[in-house]
């Protein structure tokens, strides 16, 4: 198990290796098949492996005018299920571009992009661990447009509340705060009262004592007198 597992490792070791060594000297301008204008040529993947170069052109011909078809085949000549037409004009490209993704030929419904080993830096082949990518979204059905609709109201709605509610608590925070204002002046007020009282008091007694102190002078000069 173990000398399998290593023997395993070995080979996806080497596969890299020389994969990396392919993508190092990997160069689509170099290439002699790739000929004619990259901006003006279209990739059609996707393909029937019956379709002939002859129809492909046919079905695109009514997008503008083609200068040439190359279907591409493997080593056995087998086609590959893809192609690339090269457009005598580039607002032909742009057309079939925008309306051939899709199109149906010999039962089996083509994709179509525009040629990326020439015009997109850095892009890589399929084969090389690259590719399209995830390709064109389509558009989504109309249950799935209800749907995004109602949640999307759904979703408007919450946000309203939320804002209602955090509305409701400011005002209750800024009622509170008036209402504590108001306590602090009124408990202020009180305490203010409160000191004028105690200050009332010490006037009270300071004239009681005077009053005193009178009435024992009075007390006092009548006692001599009386001697």
Excluded: C
Excluded at 55 to 69: P, Q
Aim: proline fraction near 3%; glycine fraction near 8%; charge should be positive.
């Amino acid at each position: 198990m173990e000398r399998k597992a290593r023997r395993h490792r070995e080979k996806v070791q080497a596969h890299k290796a020389a994969q990396k060594k392919i993508i190092d000297t990997y160069d689509p301008h170099k290439d002699a098949n790739a000929s004619g204008d990259p901006f003006k040529t279209l990739f059609v993947g996707r393909i029937s492996y019956d379709t002939t170069e002859k129809k492909l052109k046919r079905e695109f011909e009514v997008f503008g005018s083609i200068k040439k078809v190359r279907m591409v085949y493997d080593q056995k000549g087998k086609p590959r299920g893809y192609a690339f037409i090269e457009f005598e004009h580039e607002r032909d490209l742009k057309n079939a571009y925008k309306q051939g993704d899709g199109k149906k030929i010999d039962g089996r419904r083509v994709m179509v992009d525009v040629e990326r080993g020439r015009t997109v830096e850095g892009w890589l082949p399929r084969r090389l661990g690259g590719g399209r990518g995830p390709g064109r979204q389509g558009k989504p059905s109309k249950k799935k447009q209800r749907r995004l609709a109602e949640t999307t109201e759904k979703l408007k709605e919450k946000e309203k509340e939320e804002k209602a509610d955090k509305k409701k608590d400011k005002e209750k925070d800024k009622d509170k705060e008036d209402d504590d204002k108001k306590d602090k002046k009124g408990r202020d007020k009180e305490k203010e009262k409160e000191k004028e009282r105690e200050r009332e008091k010490e006037k009270d007694k300071k004239k009681d004592k005077e009053k005193e102190r009178k009435r024992e002078r009075s007390r006092s000069r009548d006692r001599d007198r009386k001697k």
